[in-house]
């Protein structure tokens, strides 16, 4: 019986160059509702993974696990582990403080704060206590996130005097301003045009060279064109009239858009759901 | 049987159409109100303006410098009540903003249950509802008391400041300015806490995702995203401390004189109108109209400074 977890854990360590995060058997409810059951899947590092399927299935709320942000929802709480380089995120001892820090996050509506555009990216390194030069972080952040050219010569002026695109891209500058190791992103381009969702997804491919990346969408173009893996999510009715999320398939996106082992994949890709 | 809408067959109307005229009227009894409300305040301004002409025409701007008032020799002057009003309000905004920000941080996060936070609002918004004169008989029976020993000590300690210089008894500003405070706390709380509430959960998620704890969280984002709202709720309750009138009667002492010291009895424009008014004539009545007048002067003028610092300071 004992011996169960540390063995997932010695398979995990093996594979610790590569795999950036690892949901073992995660069950997320809330309350005693059952929302996501049993997903077990294993997130490469500096790749790409995206997480697709209809609404309600549950791949928002198993992203937002992986950061520890359901923890703000009081009657949330998981059964089974999530391990970020084999430390259990859910272990009581983790503080979900420094897990944030670590795995950082961009959210579907862009959401700067009512502060200068300098103040926003410089907000994480101040809280974290960045000692080093923080004009350089800040330029440096604006610059992977492709703004800079943009902003420089308008940091003082608010973040909310940007475009949504615009917006969206600072919140990704803000975001890598901590130099997380995991970016998750929420729907990131469904508040955005097709430009500036180009752009985007421009930006995910050079950010993955350094971050890993798990990104949820309803745009499976998006998902075929900018993901190295795809899980794909069905969401079913159960019992008592709720809605229960669970994983159908998870395999390299080229597999999952051409060659699907299930049927429900099949017909959720080709456009034919029900 | 479905029923179906009759579609309009004509674009252009012709003569009046029932929904038109009733939008029309709902348009000018909102308009016919919203003029109302200023119409009210112009119709007093010029009230006690033109009742304090004669009052303005023999002291002029003196009247605000001089320290007598003496309805006897007709020789009417402000200063102490003017000293007398900033100072209660000050000594109610200095306790009651960090008393009354803390209290509505603590209501809108989470930190209790939801059926217990919102009897609390509840229980705080329903300070606002006690009447002014129990505030007034509750000052004077449990508060003078309840404070004398920590103004003793205080005058003891540090009598050498020059707030605390007089040796403590009854009625004065200290106890006036802490009615004051608990009579604006629920001013100063449920609008700051609205001002929290209505912030956009994505501001804390953002936050909260980029590694910051629930305190810095609140300093550094809710605050100042809420920050204009909550200056507004000091500014009304400042309105409030100012204008305040019965509670503050009943314990400033009304003295018209200019003590420095918070234990000593002093007076306020207000408390000087009702003390005085029913038993004035002639020139004292215009000189409590211009007095009148100074206090609504007063009040516009904080409203327009405040109203200035925030747009300096929220330039978001």
Redesign the interface.
């Given at each position: 019986m004992t011996y169960s977890s540390p063995q997932t854990h010695i398979q995990g360590q093996s594979q610790a160059d590569e795999v950036a995060l690892e949901a073992v058997n995660l069950n997320i409810y809330y309350g005693s509702f059952l929302a996501v059951k049993d997903v077990s899947l294993k997130i490469a590092r500096n790749k790409i993974t995206s997480f697709i399927g209809p609404s309600g299935c549950g791949k928002s709320t198993l992203l937002r696990c992986f950061n520890r942000l359901n923890d703000l929802i009081e009657s949330f709480h998981i059964k089974g582990q999530i391990y970020h380089e084999n430390q259990d995120l859910y272990s009581r001892r983790v503080d979900p403080v420094l897990v944030r820090r670590r795995i950082g996050m961009v959210f579907q509506k862009p959401n700067p704060f009512p502060k200068s555009i300098y103040d926003n990216v410089a907000y994480g390194p101040r809280i974290n206590g960045f000692k080093g030069n923080l004009d350089e972080l800040v330029e440096q952040s604006l610059r992977q996130a492709v703004l800079w050219d943009e902003v420089k010569d308008k940091l003082k002026q608010s973040g909310a005097a940007l475009s949504g695109g615009q917006q969206q891209r600072l919140c990704i500058a803000r975001t890598i301003a901590v130099q997380p190791d995991v970016v998750l992103m929420d729907e990131p381009c469904a508040a955005l045009d097709p430009i500036s969702t180009l752009k985007i997804e421009e930006l995910m491919n050079e950010l993955k060279k350094q971050y890993t990346i798990v990104i949820v969408t309803h745009n499976m173009q998006q998902a075929s064109r900018i993901s190295d893996k795809t899980a794909f999510f069905n969401v079913q009715a159960t019992e008592r009239g709720g809605k229960q999320g669970y994983m159908v398939e998870f395999d390299d996106t080229v597999n999952i858009f051409t060659n699907p082992r299930e049927v429900q994949t099949r017909d959720y890709v080709a456009g034919r759901f029900g | 049987m479905v029923t179906q809408l009759a579609k309009p067959t004509q674009l252009v109307q012709s003569g009046s159409n029932p929904g038109q005229i009733l939008d029309n009227i709902f348009i000018w009894i909102t308009r016919l109100f919203a003029f109302s409300i200023a119409l009210i305040l112009v119709l007093i301004t010029i009230e006690v303006g033109t009742e304090a002409i004669p009052a303005i025409q023999t002291f002029g701007l003196s009247f605000i410098f001089q320290q007598s008032w003496d309805p006897v020799r007709d020789n009417y002057g402000v200063l102490p009540m003017i000293y007398g009003t900033m100072m209660t309000s000050f000594v109610a905004l200095l306790l009651a903003i960090p008393i009354g920000v803390s209290s509505a941080i603590f209501l809108s996060e989470?930190f209790l249950p939801v059926s217990f936070r919102t009897v609390l609002v509840f229980l705080v918004e329903l300070l606002a509802a006690i009447p002014s004169v129990v505030y007034g008989l509750w000052g004077i029976f449990v508060l003078i008391p309840l404070i004398r020993p920590l103004s003793e000590w205080l005058h003891q300690t540090l009598g050498w400041i020059p707030f605390f210089g007089t040796s403590p008894g009854g009625p004065g500003l200290l106890p006036a300015g802490l009615v004051v405070t608990i009579m604006i706390l629920p001013t100063i709380t449920a609008i700051s806490r609205d001002a929290l509430t209505s912030l956009?959960p994505?501001?804390?998620?953002?936050?909260?995702?980029?590694?910051?704890?629930r305190w810095?969280t609140i300093i550094?984002?809710l605050l100042?995203?809420a920050f204009s709202g909550i200056v507004g709720a000091i500014m009304l309750a400042l309105g409030r401390a100012m204008g305040e009138t019965m509670a503050v009667t009943m314990l400033i002492g009304n003295s018209n004189n200019i003590n420095v010291s918070l234990f000593a009895p002093g007076n306020t424009i207000s408390s000087l109108l009702a003390n005085q008014f029913a038993e004035a004539s002639g020139l004292q009545v215009s000189a409590l109209m211009y007095a009148g007048l100074i206090l609504f002067a007063l009040t516009l003028f904080v409203n327009i400074a405040a109203q200035w610092v925030v747009g300096k300071i929220q330039?978001?």
């Open positions: - | 989470d956009p994505e501001l804390r998620q953002a936050s909260i995702g980029l590694g910051a704890t810095e550094r984002v100042p995203a330039k978001f």
